[in-house]
């Protein structure tokens, strides 16, 4: 549950800082949801919340060189079992802002792409819409 609400945090400063945030890797709807991740090495240790739904792992990626710590993260990655619901992108300038929103359906497609000023403000309205598709 931590990670929701820190997730839920960096996005509302994300939207007060910057709406036009420059992010590594983006998708639009209709790309594969893993496309943000490549060329991006995982975090080794994933952490867990929950929006009322079971279990959730949240994964970052950082890019190759950078210390592996969430703290680097490019790319987050909210998922349930192997499934990846959302993920969310930051502004390689400044890592501590979000850049950008993705939900995909059950195949791992894209069907929302939110730009940060545009996503929903509780990250667990994402992830509930994703289940429900």
């Known amino acids: 549950m931590?990670?929701?609400i820190a997730i839920a945090v960096v996005m509302?400063?994300?939207?007060v800082i910057s709406a036009n945030a420059?992010?590594?890797n983006s998708a639009k709807v209709g790309d594969r949801i893993g496309a943000l991740t490549v060329g991006l090495n995982k975090i080794d240790e994933a952490k867990t919340a929950s929006c009322g739904s079971g279990p959730l792992t949240i994964?970052?990626?950082?890019v190759p060189g950078k210390d592996k710590?969430?703290?680097?993260a490019s790319t987050v990655t909210v998922s349930t079992g192997s499934r990846v619901l959302m993920?969310?992108?930051?502004?390689?300038?400044?890592?501590?802002?979000?850049?950008?929103?993705?939900?995909?359906?059950?195949?791992?497609?894209?069907?929302?792409?939110?730009s940060i000023d545009q996503?929903?403000?509780d990250p667990c309205e994402i992830v509930n819409d994703a289940l429900a598709h």
Do not use: C, H
């Open 59 to 62: 994964n970052a990626y950082v």
């Open 22 to 24: 420059a992010a590594l």
């Open 119 to 121: 996503a929903p403000q």
């Open 12 to 15: 509302v400063v994300g939207m």
């Open 69 to 72: 710590s969430y703290d680097n």
């Open 2 to 4: 931590r990670w929701i």
């Open 87 to 114: 993920a969310i992108t930051f502004d390689e300038d400044d890592l501590t802002t979000a850049a950008a929103v993705y939900e995909a359906d059950k195949n791992g497609i894209i069907v929302q792409a939110y």
